[in-house]
């Protein structure tokens, strides 16, 4: 019988949810797949909706690093069905290290023609010598690697190490200490950085991330052989837009980070071998954009660039979550059914249940907190965010 973890403060480990490791939610037992890139085939696709709609809820969430979570399983047994049906797609290569492929890529690489590097034999090799590594299973299943394209998209996740095509920065932290390293040193250096961290880390096991403890970037730099420069930030780009890309792409947003088993055997049947699950919540899908668009938008993926939906996320809310105050993903697509275009220069908006406001955004970003009787509203603008005021004008008249 696989373990069962439940929601708890920070203990001296983390109950990060694996695909073995099952977290106990309101709405049953909840399984998190590490998908390594965020690269998936049709068939795996196919097989994550074909799982869902047998074991859970027919929904496949999509993490803000680019995995995906099956909720709603029964029990133990459905949790040992799923966790079957994974390895036999090839989504659990390692049991010891399942937790810990937390590998983040930009999505297009290698694909559309931008970037300074195709980073996607990057992933492949970082995980292969992450998994190979018996002592970075103890790695926190918090613990992030990036692998920038140098289009600076998940630099911006400030992943504990994220390593830069063009100017072969490793960041810790999501910050430039000065430390370099060729692309093909990259798995070796990665596998060392986070063994540094290890060693630093020693028996606290409550510390997860590199941020978690000042010295721990300075002992990874001087694990490392680098000079200890003076901390800077580097600079960081957006998230992959959805709609049309060179290379023959479309990239469609699953709204509020929802993937309904239907729309995945869609965007799988539709697909020509390519499906990049992306870390904001889309799926890069191989085709020619003027056939495949229509027919995502069709499904009710979010393929227009001026939705509504662009920008929005959501925590689990009710049903799933016994904290929550409030059924977000219904009142926020109540809300998003009668507002317009994300007005310019909107910050992100994240819907949350409670305070806790689980899976905010990484940076800026507008909030509306469950409070029992509507939703509190808070910015880092403050009452001055015109744009905002318009979008929560639509979410009061949805409360
Ligand atoms: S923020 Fe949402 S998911 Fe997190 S505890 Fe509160 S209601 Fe639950």
Redesign the pocket.
């Known amino acids: 019988m696989p373990p069962v973890s439940s ?1 708890s403060p920070r203990a001296a480990d983390d109950r990060c949810p694996g695909a073995l490791r099952a977290h106990q939610a309101a709405d049953g037992l909840l399984v998190r797949v590490r998908i390594p890139g965020g690269r998936l085939t049709t068939a795996q696709l196919g097989r994550l909706a074909q799982v869902s709609r047998r074991d859970g809820t027919g929904l496949l969430e999509l993490t803000s690093r680019g995995n995906v979570q099956l909720r709603g399983i029964a029990d133990a047994a459905g949790v040992d069905r799923v966790a079957t049906a994974l390895a036999e797609a090839g989504l659990l290569p390692s049991v010891t290290h399942e937790r810990v492929r937390n590998i983040v890529a930009s999505p297009l690489s290698g694909l559309d023609g931008g970037g300074d590097a195709d980073v996607r034999p990057l992933v492949a090799a970082v995980d292969a010598a992450l998994c190979a590594a018996g002592d970075l299973a103890q790695l926190s299943g918090r613990f992030l690697i990036a692998l920038d394209d140098g289009r600076g998209d998940v630099t911006a996740l400030g992943a504990d190490l994220c390593w830069t095509a063009g100017t072969g920065a490793l960041l810790l932290a999501g910050r430039d200490v000065g430390l370099r390293a060729r692309i093909d040193e990259v798995a070796d250096v990665v596998v060392a950085a986070a063994r540094a961290f290890l060693g630093h880390r020693g028996d606290r096991r409550d510390i997860w991330r590199v941020a978690d403890l000042p010295e721990a970037a300075p002992a990874i730099v001087a694990a490392l052989g680098g000079a200890g420069a003076d901390p800077v930030d580097p600079p960081r780009g957006g998230p992959t837009p959805v709609g049309p890309h060179p290379g023959d792409l479309v990239v469609a947003a699953a709204p509020l980070g929802r993937l309904s088993a239907a729309q995945a055997d869609t965007v799988a049947a539709l697909a020509d071998g390519t499906v990049v699950v992306t870390p904001w919540r889309s799926v890069v899908v191989g085709g020619p954009p003027a056939s495949t668009t229509p027919r995502l938008a069709g499904a009710g993926l979010v393929v227009d660039p001026a939705s509504p939906w662009i920008g929005v996320t ?5 049903p ?7 059924d ?1 993903h219904a009142d926020a697509a109540e809300a998003l059914a009668a507002a317009g275009p994300p007005p310019a220069g909107a910050l992100p908006l994240h819907w ?9 955004p990484a940076g800026p970003a507008a909030l509306l ?2 409070d029992g009787s509507g939703y509190r509203v808070e910015s880092p603008r403050g009452e001055h965010d015109g744009p905002l005021s318009e979008r929560v004008a639509h979410a009061r008249k949805a409360t």
């Open positions: 929601p959501a925590c689990t809310g009710r799933g979550c016994g904290s929550a105050l409030a977000v949350a249940g409670c305070d806790r406001c689980c899976g905010r907190v469950a």
